[in-house]
């Protein structure tokens, strides 16, 4: 099969489509034929050697397909199914991939659309399981326009809370329609934010990294009701707790955003979509940050 992968550290131009021995789905997993395989910022941090250090490596835990093979002891699923999830892999952005967690693609999203999906919608539903947010509760998004805060405002306000979500001004209907009461960031946003929530938030959930911990701190009343996931070294100054999966991932959220999407309660906004050929095209554009919303590679 072909895959994405590089042998080097450095600029897009060391990615390469390379040959690669077909994967086989182990016990309890399946492999399906990739139509779609999401980007993501951690894709071009390994390239540039930012985290991993091995080399070569490949790139993508999110994919949508087909099924063309099912494990051992895996009920429910068959050949031409059409799924969505996460690859433990790290090797998405391929023709083949083998997923240990998925849910059937949601029609009103097709592949590209479902694809966009796993990493954002795990990482929003585990930060607002470690928070503790329910029904009656008021959560504050601080990026709520971007793939994981939007996941975080449906799934938030899907458990019943109130959500306020900053953004730009120019994001503001799209945060009304995903279910927040959207405030601008910047200067006087803790402000603005007490206009409409005087006594302030029950929690807050930082996905942009934009330095304001200490202002969503003093809104939530108290360190422990802020999670960062864009903030490592804020979380160290103020207290306030990083989000990693290393401490259990939240793959339930697949089954959960497939019902809603299916029922019009969950959107997705796919920014632009390339070829897999022209992976080093997106890892461009995403770093350039020029493009609103999910990029995605398509395999034919």
Do not use: C
């Not at 967690?101 to 607002?128: C, D, K, Q, Y």
């Not at 202002?215 to 070294?233: C, N, S």
């Amino acid at each position: 099969m072909k895959a994405v992968r590089f042998s080097r550290f450095g600029g897009p131009e060391v990615l390469e489509l390379v040959e690669l021995p077909d994967p086989r789905p182990g016990a309890g997993e399946i492999r399906i034929r990739v139509r779609a395989a999401g980007v993501n910022a951690s894709d071009w941090k390994k390239r540039r050697g930012l985290m991993d250090q091995e080399l070569p490596q490949t790139l993508g835990y999110e994919a949508a397909g087909i099924v063309d093979e099912v494990g051992d002891g895996v009920p429910g699923v068959a050949p031409g199914d059409r799924v969505f999830g996460f690859s433990p892999y790290g090797a998405a952005q391929a023709e083949l991939a083998v997923l240990s967690h998925w849910a059937p693609v949601p029609e009103p999203l097709g592949f590209a659309g479902s694809a966009a999906i796993p990493s954002a919608a795990e990482t929003a539903a585990r930060s607002l399981d470690q928070l503790g947010v329910t029904a009656g509760s008021t959560v504050l998004v601080n990026g709520a326009s971007g793939s994981v805060g939007g996941a975080a405002v449906q799934l938030a306000a899907e458990r019943g809370a109130r959500v306020i979500g900053t953004g730009s001004p120019g994001t503001h209907d799209a945060l009304r329609a995903l279910g927040a009461e959207p405030v601008a960031y910047g200067d006087g946003m803790a402000q603005r934010i007490r206009a409409i929530a005087p006594t302030g938030v029950d929690f807050a959930l930082d996905v942009a990294g934009s330095g304001v911990l200490p202002e969503l701190v003093e809104l939530a009343g108290t360190p422990e009701h802020v999670i960062t996931v864009a903030d490592l070294r804020g979380a160290q100054q103020t207290g306030v707790r990083f989000s990693r999966g290393d401490s259990g991932r939240a793959t339930y959220v697949l089954a959960q955003v497939a019902g809603m999407a299916e029922a019009g309660r969950f959107a997705v906004r796919v920014g632009r979509t390339f070829p897999l050929a022209e992976v080093a095209g997106a890892h461009r554009v995403g770093e350039a940050g020029t493009v609103r919303g999910k990029l995605v590679l398509l395999v034919d």
